[in-house]
């Protein structure tokens, strides 16, 4: 996009070119099978994710490296083991993957790119070990959106006394926002949002049986929370969450800069 806006404030091509390669980076459509949108971390500061879930692994493989071909990135969420090896084979030489096996999660970049660090800083709380690989989703996704992130885990409400050094931590670090993730009863995010005065992200689980389980019990009781300051994503929905809470924590950056250049 850079080179494009570049190419035409020189007068090396005509606003309509300009505007035809724009449209170009908008959408890269790969013949029927889909439509990449591979301008949007340009106009909302959030990258594509592509969804494994569902798809056929060559199409998958296929779209992803499109997609790296494209932007210099790729992110593949809920990949299984099978996809995960069909998109090492088809990687080019110039790129490197990473793998986060409890999210499965895969990040693939072209020799070069670089995430640019925001100033952002979020703080991630699981309540229990299972509800790890969604706190790890959006863990990626805020790392890769220019966020430091801290992580603490196994902190829930069944030993109460494990949240509060992580906490106090994340509160003498200057978060910019937490993300609290808790399945069964969901209680944690509301105990945390609660005792501090930094804005939370609740994220229930499916963790949980009987009545109420799958993640039932944990989303009514986030939504039904009376701690103030809190909102609450879907279930199982750590990419949602990493997104919102990037998009504030990076915009409270952007200020915290302007005012120390004041």
């Known amino acids: 996009m850079r080179e494009i806006l570049e190419s035409l404030a020189k007068g090396v091509i005509p606003i309509d070119e300009a505007e035809r390669l724009l449209r170009v980076l908008a959408i890269e459509e790969i013949g029927n099978l889909a439509?990449?949108?591979?301008?949007?971390?340009?106009?909302?500061g959030v990258?594509?994710?592509?969804?494994?879930?569902?798809?056929?692994?060559?199409?998958?493989?296929?779209?992803?490296?499109?997609?790296?071909?494209?932007?210099?990135r790729a992110i593949v969420s809920r990949a299984t083991v099978e996809q995960v090896h069909?998109?090492?084979?088809?990687?080019?030489?110039?790129?490197?993957?990473?793998v986060n096996d409890k999210a499965r999660l895969i990040v693939a970049k072209k020799k070069g790119f670089i995430v640019k660090k925001t100033g952002g800083k979020i703080g991630i709380l699981a309540g229990g070990t299972s509800d790890i690989p969604v706190a790890e989703e959006a863990k990626v996704i805020a790392?890769?959106?220019?966020?430091?992130?801290?992580?603490?885990?196994?902190?829930?409400?069944?030993?109460?006394?494990?949240?509060?050094?992580p906490l106090k931590g994340m509160i003498a670090k200057d978060m910019d926002i937490l993300i609290v993730v808790a399945?069964?009863?969901?209680?944690?995010?509301?105990?945390?949002?609660?005792?501090?005065?930094?804005?939370?992200?609740?994220?229930p689980t499916s963790i949980g049986y009987g009545l109420g389980g799958k993640g039932v019990s944990a989303l009514f009781a986030m939504l039904q929370s009376c701690s103030l300051g809190l909102a609450v994503v879907n279930i199982d929905g750590g990419i949602a969450a990493g997104a919102v809470a990037t998009l504030i924590a990076n915009r409270a950056a952007k200020f915290r800069k302007k005012g120390a250049g004041r």
């Open 143 to 165: 790392e890769e959106m220019g966020c430091e992130v801290i992580t603490a885990y196994d902190v829930g409400v069944a030993g109460i006394h494990r949240l509060l050094p």
């Open 47 to 72: 990258p594509e994710v592509i969804l494994a879930e569902g798809k056929d692994t060559q199409d998958l493989a296929e779209i992803t490296v499109k997609m790296l071909k494209g932007i210099g």
């Open 183 to 203: 399945g069964r009863e969901g209680a944690l995010p509301s105990v945390v949002a609660g005792m501090i005065d930094i804005p939370v992200i609740a994220v």
């Open 35 to 44: 439509k990449i949108d591979v301008g949007r971390e340009f106009r909302r």
């Open 86 to 98: 069909a998109i090492k084979e088809v990687m080019p030489d110039d790129a490197s993957l990473q």
